[in-house]
């Protein structure tokens, strides 16, 4: 399988609304073949894959959908935590009758995404997580040197950020998709329907609610890693700004983990270079 164009829009996925765990989730499903869940981050919808599903979905069956709070997916009061994500994951595929996928997860979804990986490796055999780091493990030390993102504090503040930002949406998603491909943008069309999924009161709350949820999550992952490791294969992509600092984490507590950074890059990987993307997804799941 090389990288192609993008699907035209008369071969757009296919959208699914689907309940599990107490929410209706929309999914993006599209493809024949083995399952391959793909993940998005903040301030992404599925859509974040616009660019790669065509290309995976000539092998795959691609599932990707809006994590709770985001997109179309349902504005959850709770649930923001890593292992609530991923028991709607787990759910997702068992709805859709998956029972063996590969996982890919990128920004905040990475930690659910290990977490799902590390506890039903009878589920996923893959898992490919990108441009993110996993709480407090050990091997981001350089990564965090001056400290977090500004933009995880800001986020943190339980009715703050929301607020503040509210009829601001658009300049706020602007930066982020700026910063996030080193200055090149998104393609119109994906930026717009971002603005969209994150403009509002509630919609900015849902998607702060993932970065309150930060410090639990935290919890989770070292109280998963002290009593177990994740025995699937797993790749790290790393690209600007963080580079190979979730490969050293990996090293840690993963038997079969490579690292993979790609050049030239912003955070935003499938929509700043997504072809590199994926020739790299390709060489690991096939």
């Given at each position: 399988m090389s990288p192609t164009a993008?699907?035209?829009?008369?071969e757009e996925p296919q959208l699914l609304r689907i309940p599990v765990n107490g929410i209706e989730v929309n999914?993006?499903?599209?493809?024949?073949g083995p399952a391959l869940l793909m993940l998005h981050g903040f301030p992404h919808t599925w859509r974040l894959w616009s660019q790669v599903i065509g290309p995976?979905?000539?092998?795959?069956?691609?599932?990707?959908?809006d994590l709770r709070g985001l997109g179309d997916s349902t504005r959850a009061a709770?649930?923001?935590?890593?292992?609530?994500?991923?028991?709607?994951?787990?759910?997702?595929?068992?709805?859709?009758?998956?029972d063996s996928a590969a996982v890919v997860g990128i920004d905040a979804s990475a930690a659910p995404a290990f977490l799902l990986a590390l506890r039903r490796p009878d589920l996923v055999h893959r898992t490919v997580l990108m441009e993110a780091i996993l709480g407090r493990l050990p091997g981001a030390e350089d990564f965090l040197s001056a400290g977090a993102p500004w933009w995880f504090?800001?986020?943190?503040?339980?009715?703050?950020?929301?607020?503040?930002?509210?009829?601001?949406?658009?300049?706020?998603?602007?930066?982020?998709?700026?910063a996030g491909t080193r200055g090149r943008g998104?393609?119109?069309?994906?930026?717009?329907?971002?603005?969209?999924?994150?403009?509002?009161?509630?919609?900015?709350?849902?998607?702060?609610?993932?970065?309150?949820?930060?410090p639990e999550t935290a919890r989770q992952i070292q109280?998963?890693?002290t009593g177990g490791r994740l025995t699937t294969p797993v790749l790290a992509i790393g690209a600007q700004p963080v580079g190979p600092a979730l490969y050293?984490?990996?090293?840690?507590?993963?038997?079969?983990?490579?690292g993979h950074t790609i050049a030239e890059c912003g955070h935003i990987i499938p929509l700043d270079q997504p072809g590199a993307l994926l020739g790299a997804l390709t060489d690991f799941l096939d």
């Open positions: 993008s699907p035209s829009p008369s999914a993006a499903v599209r493809g024949t995976l979905s000539e092998h795959h069956r691609v599932i990707a959908p709770d649930g923001y935590d890593a292992e609530n994500l991923a028991r709607d994951a787990e759910q997702l595929l068992a709805a859709l009758n998956v504090g800001f986020h943190a503040v339980p009715g703050l950020a929301e607020t503040v930002l509210s009829g601001h949406e658009r300049e706020y998603v602007d930066w982020f998709l700026a998104v393609p119109a069309g994906v930026r717009d329907a971002f603005v969209a999924a994150y403009t509002g009161t509630e919609s900015l709350r849902c998607a702060f609610e993932h970065y309150r949820a930060m109280a998963a890693t050293h984490q990996l090293k840690q507590v993963a038997d079969d983990v490579t």
